[in-house]
């Protein structure tokens, strides 16, 4: 169990009630009820108190083989060791599918190969360290404009969102402006929104030519924001290439330049626009709450950046001088995981940490549960950064701890994000407070993401 190395008193963020269930395994007529209602509000309501404490619960949800699986090797077993048997869920497939088609996310098979190779070369450490100085001068950029606005009230989660677009827009796509930044960001907040949960006929597996009622809305979002993304494609394939503008190939560039036809560029074009900057605000924004609310903590953050010689080092190197730092984005993402939920269904039976699988079983990690593990985590529910330095760290069972996933489908930018959410925070502490003055706290809900329930208003002062 990992060593709790902070003895003051930590502060316990809020978080959605629990689920009250009548036993564990079966499910009763009120029991669906009470899911269903939950699902509705909020999915990470559907959890009720003992999912904290249980490492694997086989159940039978309306006649499907089930298991939640919170447990390390287990989920090991699951998502690497047998990776190949275990398939992606219906379920997410139908929240998902319907916007990103056959990009990364949601492909499988040999088009979730193509993709892969295709987008791999853009992600390696060299190419993501280079990024590093652009993404350190969108932040230099958004920060002094912030800073004018000294004494005043800005929105945490929208600040982040606008940020971190902007960093993709100039690291992965040169800067280009062919996107609609404002109509992009307002319509994947809607797409969130209307379509973050499953839809109930999901949910009970009704086959897909039965019509979702209410998603109408939902089908013109996805049109427009994949007409959007198509416009970018299509501007650059008539722009001069990466070798006649005398510039290095970016994303876009490599996208268009694998072989993959239009459908496929607008697909993980798409992707990484969207799960690429939402994700990492959502994390940033979460991680500002939680420094506003510890005093110490990010007093301790600020000395550390104050400290380091930022100026003379690379950005793509700060989180060898900014640990705590680290730390913190590493704790805020525990208590807010950016894939709530990872879902896979098995092909054939199988065996796990004992417990026999059945073909067609659906097999929930949640990731939610899983960073919050009585038994794993001490003071769980604490935001307790000092759990990631040390012994801590090195004390945190393997697979424990899956902010982007694990296996072969692990979060291809997951380097990229980590070094942008150092490079921003160490930013904005350099020169800036933010503190939260909502009327009260913020709950996360599941929509996809981990979004707050309210707005997250914080005042904004120079230091």
């Known amino acids: 169990m990992p060593k709790d190395v902070s003895m003051t008193v930590a502060f316990t963020p809020p978080k959605p009630p629990c689920a009250q269930y009548s036993g564990v395994g079966k499910l009763e007529l009120s029991d669906y009820w009470t899911y269903f209602r939950a699902m509705q509000r909020n999915p990470l309501e559907v959890w009720g108190e003992q999912h904290f404490s249980i490492r694997m619960a ?154 979702r009622i209410g998603q109408g809305k939902s089908r013109r979002v996805i049109k427009d924001l994949r007409e959007q993304v198509g416009t970018v494609a299509s501007a650059r394939r008539a722009a001069p290439s990466a070798k006649e503008a005398g510039r290095t190939p970016d994303f876009l560039d490599l996208l268009l330049g694998a072989g993959l036809d239009d459908t496929a560029v607008i697909d993980n074009l798409l992707t990484f626009l969207a799960a690429g900057h939402e994700t990492t605000a959502r994390t940033l924004a979460w991680t500002l709450y939680l420094l506003s609310r510890d005093e110490e903590a990010r007093t301790r953050l600020e000395a550390e950046v104050d400290g380091a010689d930022l100026t003379g080092t690379d950005p793509a190197n700060w989180s060898s001088l900014l640990p705590f730092t680290e730390a913190v984005l590493k704790e805020s993402l525990r208590l807010y995981p950016s894939a709530p ?50 012994e801590a760290a090195s004390a945190i069972p393997r697979d424990a701890y899956l902010p982007f996933g694990l296996g072969p489908r692990v979060c291809i930018g997951a380097r990229f994000a980590m070094m942008e959410m150092v490079i921003v925070m160490a930013c904005l502490a350099s020169r800036l407070r933010l503190d939260f003055c909502g009327d009260r706290e913020p709950v996360p809900v599941m929509r996809i993401t981990l979004q707050p329930d309210t707005a997250m208003p914080m005042r904004v002062s120079r230091r």
């Open 58 to 211: 086989p159940f039978q949800f309306l006649g499907r083989s089930s298991l939640l699986l919170n447990d390390p090797a287990g989920i090991h077993h699951c998502f690497v060791t047998n990776a190949a048997n275990y398939g992606m869920n219906p379920v997410r497939q139908a929240v998902l599918k319907p916007f990103l088609r056959d990009g990364l996310l949601t492909a499988e098979g040999d088009v979730w190969k193509t993709a892969r190779k295709a987008v791999s070369p853009v992600f390696t450490p060299r190419r993501v360290n280079g990024f590093a100085p652009q993404i350190r001068t969108v932040c230099d950029a958004t920060l002094s404009a912030l800073a004018e606005r000294d004494g005043q009230t800005v929105d945490a989660s929208d600040l982040m969102v606008e940020l971190t677009l902007d960093v993709l827009i100039e690291t992965l796509f040169s800067g280009d402006e062919a996107l609609d930044k404002a109509r992009f960001t307002r319509g994947i907040c809607d797409l969130l929104e209307i379509s973050g949960i499953p839809h109930p006929f999901d949910l009970i597996h009704l086959p897909g030519w039965i019509p």
């Open 341 to 390: 939920i990872l879902a896979r269904t098995s092909k054939a039976w199988d065996l796990v940490a004992g417990l026999p699988v059945p073909a067609g079983s659906d097999v929930l990690v949640s990731t939610w549960l899983l960073h919050r593990q009585r038994d794993i985590w001490e003071h769980a529910d604490e935001f307790r950064p000092d759990r990631f330095l040390g």
